[in-house]
């Protein structure tokens, strides 16, 4: 079963910078389309961006133009370069599939605040 370990959270002042990184354990790495996910308090979970296996990323309004969405399909990991944070950022984040499966990792946190 696949397998995701996020890293990388921590707290950051707004308009601070922040790289996240996510070890997927599972085969076929490289076939997989792989999505960046965060869920704030009291908030649904929001899709964030989708990245291909070739590497051309999508991404939501929320997130489109100040995140990046990065992959090495030598080491099994997946990035998201956040940049220009904002407090409304604050939030758990996670990696899954495009089409998540139910396995979700424990997540990283993000706290912007000054």
């Known amino acids: 079963q696949v397998q995701f370990v996020e890293s990388g959270g921590g707290l950051v002042q707004p308009g601070g910078s922040l790289t996240l990184s996510c070890v997927v354990s599972v085969r076929n790495f490289n076939l997989l389309y792989l999505g960046w996910y965060r869920q704030a308090s009291g908030k649904q979970r929001e899709l964030l961006g989708v990245?291909?296996?070739?590497?051309?990323?999508t991404y939501a309004d929320s997130a489109k133009g100040r995140f990046t969405i990065s992959r090495d399909n030598d080491k099994n990991l997946l990035y998201l370069q956040m940049n220009n944070l904002k407090p409304e950022d604050t939030a758990d984040y996670y990696c899954?599939?495009?089409?998540?499966?139910?396995?979700w990792g424990q997540g990283t946190h993000v706290i912007v605040s000054s």
């Open positions: 990245i291909t296996g070739g590497g051309s990323a």
């Open positions: 899954n599939l495009r089409e998540p499966v139910t396995n």
